[in-house]
């Protein structure tokens, strides 16, 4: 994964600007950034080709690999891509519900707040609701409050109970 953003060396602030112009890998800069108009249309098929495959290595990592780190970069790199990786939701969906790391499940909310897909709701109550971690719950009601538009993505990490004027149950 050495071709991949890694998050976790960032800073909060400094997250969001990764997520619009320091993905290291190239081929991937488009689905962060705004698409040219002027961009052909092999020029796009070949950028879908490598995200593509670059959200199979991802989402492989999160249901294969056994290092905890290896799959919390994973889930932090498919929340960097935001909605360009919502192919990848069910995936997340399923990973978020049995992985036993609360640092992975925490990540994985996160990335599907930011995939900004609806569909991802009734699982992210599921967890809110259930749980045994508070952050992690934390990170769904955060990830549902994006989806909602009462918080943006990728603002998550200065996010606090009083911006929703309410409190987090515990």
């Known amino acids: 994964m050495s ?8 800073s909060p602030k400094n997250r969001v600007q990764a997520k619009i112009g320091a993905v290291k890998d190239q081929s991937l ?7 040219s108009p002027l961009v052909s249309a092999q020029e796009l098929a070949s950028q879908g080709a490598a995200l593509e495959k670059k959200l199979c290595e991802h989402v492989k990592t999160l249901r294969l690999h056994t290092s905890v780190p ?3 970069a994973a889930a932090e790199a498919l929340a960097a891509l935001g909605p360009a990786a919502r192919s990848a939701r069910s995936a997340l ?5 049995r ?4 640092h992975v499940r925490k990540s994985l909310a996160r990335a599907l707040g ?3 897909d609806k569909q991802a709701e009734p699982v992210l109550r599921q967890v809110l609701e259930n749980d045994t971690d508070k952050f992690v719950r ?5 990830a549902l ?5 009462i918080l943006l993505p990728g603002f998550a990490d200065e996010y606090t109970p009083l911006q929703r004027h309410g409190t987090y149950s515990t």
Do not use: I, K
Not at 29 to 35: E, H, I, S, T
Not at 93 to 97: C, I, K, M, N, R
């Open 70 to 72: 290896e799959r919390y």
């Open 138 to 142: 934390m990170r769904a009601q955060e």
């Open 3 to 10: 071709d991949t953003l890694h998050p976790t060396l960032l």
């Open 114 to 116: 930011d995939l900004g």
């Open 99 to 102: 992985d036993g790391s609360v």
């Open 145 to 149: 409050d994006v989806l909602n538009g």
């Open 29 to 35: 800069r488009g689905f962060v950034q705004d698409q």
């Open 93 to 97: 969906e399923t990973v978020l519900l």
